[in-house]
């Protein structure tokens, strides 16, 4: 178990080819024990981004604060405060700030570069509402 | 891809023997593609709670709005907003309201209750810092 403000965790800048002005903290982590997926938040400075690229794995995103966009290889999707994105496994994309105060969002990513699988599990599908 | 606001998603009632006053909205689920673990948003009303329960799997949580306390077997541990939380798999927990304002939270559940395993992802292991 773990209870942690998000600033109690190290802001490690983001030093990936690409990125500009962007850093990050992990809050729950495999360090945590945490057996499939890591909890990150991302803190991306106006005028910030992360790197234009791809990858096998998904990302679950929900933003903090601030405003932005999803950069696509069809163009910029703007989102806000509120939003939770989803970006597809094998999709380009690199998140811009594209506001005039630091843009906070949390990025979930697997442990693992994960095939899609049958839910075992029935609060998972949409069936059960449980927590 | 999805780019949806927390509030454009259904809030449903939390039904299970147990909860009080809470709802939810499945914000990123199977039904969006995702491959491995669904994003959540729990709204509590100052009186609620969830069950106090337990199963197989994790919950990786992330306090948007209120304070609450995470009721254990070893007694209440608060949290406010701003607070990452991780539920160990096993651990029996409920998530109540302390506050006199609706508490907001994100719930992240794996689809599959997974065993621990390896990490093939060399993005979760605190060893990159890419998104």
Same mark, same amino acid.
């Given at each position: =178990? *773990?209870?942690? /403000?998000?600033?109690?965790?190290?802001?490690?800048?983001?030093?990936?080819?690409?990125?500009?002005?962007?850093? =990050? +903290?992990?809050?729950?982590?495999?360090?945590?024990?945490?057996?499939?997926?890591?909890? +990150? &938040?991302?803190?991306?400075?106006?005028?910030?981004?992360?790197?234009? /690229? =791809?990858? !096998?794995?998904? /990302?679950?995103?929900?933003?903090?604060?601030?405003?932005?966009?999803?950069? $696509?290889?069809?163009?910029?999707?703007?989102?806000?405060?509120?939003?939770? &994105?989803?970006?597809?496994?094998? =999709? +380009?994309?690199?998140?811009?700030? $594209?506001? !005039?105060?630091?843009? *906070?969002?949390?990025?979930? &990513?697997?442990?693992?570069?994960?095939?899609? *699988?049958?839910?075992?599990?029935?609060?998972?599908?949409?069936?059960?509402?449980?927590?």
């Amino acid at each position: =178990m *773990k209870i942690v /403000h998000y600033t109690q965790e190290e802001l490690v800048p983001v030093n990936a080819e690409g990125a500009q002005n962007t850093k =990050m +903290r992990w809050l729950i982590a495999q360090k945590d024990g945490a057996p499939n997926f890591a909890l +990150r &938040i991302f803190e991306v400075e106006p005028d910030g981004h992360t790197p234009f /690229h =791809m990858h !096998d794995w998904e /990302h679950e995103v929900f933003v903090v604060s601030g405003k932005g966009a999803l950069q $696509t290889e069809e163009g910029d999707k703007p989102f806000a405060e509120g939003d939770a &994105i989803y970006v597809d496994p094998g =999709m +380009r994309h690199a998140f811009k700030n $594209t506001g !005039d105060e630091p843009l *906070k969002f949390l990025c979930i &990513i697997p442990h693992e570069d994960a095939a899609p *699988k049958k839910s075992a599990n029935p609060f998972a599908d949409e069936s059960a509402d449980n927590c």
